[in-house]
């Protein structure tokens, strides 16, 4: 059995926090997301309370600037209106100044911190090695999204890449998307479809993930995390480049490149059709030339290599079947 997995209610933590500020007071969506424990995520911070303007008094926060800020159904003279109405001061819609009216005061668990430093002691039981010579099946896994409920698609494939059988589940997604931590809103559908695969005798030698592996700024992408929390080998196969550095000019289609972060190679760019570039780093128990090469002889005439390209298709199947 995989290791329990702890999910925050990161959505129902900010939704406390901006009701924590006082009237007349401000904050600012980078205070909002130090609170939460991570500044990185303000963009994530930004983007949730405009969608959730009607619930919240999401007027009290504003921009670094002071500018204030935005919201879904309300035009910024609304918002600056309320805050007047309060008795903050606002030259046209800046907060003058934004000191006098600060709130940072904020009761918080700090939920974010919490989950990087568990990211850090996954990545510190990770292993890079090169993967088993005789692998012989692969599976990937994919997931895709109905309002709040995950599909979870597990495809097990022969080394050539046909299909054995796949395995789907379903399960509400508690945790939002944000930059670095696709785990916590991916995980359980993976682990739920692994579990439920390894019951049903669909073992795989390798499992390709749609997302990262090491290539990641913690080095604790969703195919690490998986390959720790499962003790099995994984390799991320991502469609974008999180981070690190790669020059992809030029490259020919079967030609591949490494992806360097901090001075060390964490993945490689490989060239997979034309004007298509995927993303490959070990997860655990692989290393990024044993994982270059799987993923190389598992490519048909697509962009992904086969067993991801069949969790793809059946996830997006699925979704759009429902």
Known sequence: MPERLEIPDVEGALRDLVRQIPPGRVTTYKALAEALGDPGAVRFVAAWLAAHATELPVHRVVH?????????????????????????????????PLIRYFFADFDTDRPLERLRR???????????????????????????????????????????????????????????????????????????????????????????????GILHPRRVGIATHLGVLLDRPTVGVAKRLLCGEVNTAGMAIGEWRPVVLDGETVGAAMRTARNRTIFISPGHLADVRSAVDLVASLLA???????????????????AGA
């Open 64 to 96: 670094a600037s002071g500018a204030v800020g935005k919201a879904e159904f309300l035009e910024p003279e609304e918002l600056a209106e309320r805050l007047r109405r309060e008795g903050v001061r606002v030259d046209g819609l800046v907060v003058t």
């Open 301 to 319: 005439d697509g962009p992904l290599p086969e067993p991801l390209r069949w969790a793809h298709e059946l996830a997006a199947e699925s979704r």
């Open 118 to 212: 568990e990211q850090e002691e996954i990545a510190r039981r990770t292993e890079l090695r090169p993967l088993p010579p005789d692998v012989s099946r692969v599976a990937g896994v994919d997931a895709a999204y109905l309002d709040s409920e995950g599909i979870g698609i597990y495809v097990l494939c022969d080394c050539g890449g046909e299909p054995i059988d796949y395995v789907e589940v379903r399960r509400e997604i508690r945790f939002p998307y944000i930059p670095t931590y696709l785990s916590y809103r991916e995980l359980p559908l993976y682990l739920a479809a692994a579990e439920e695969a390894e019951g049903k005798g669909l073992t795989a030698d390798v499992i390709l993930v749609d997302g990262n």
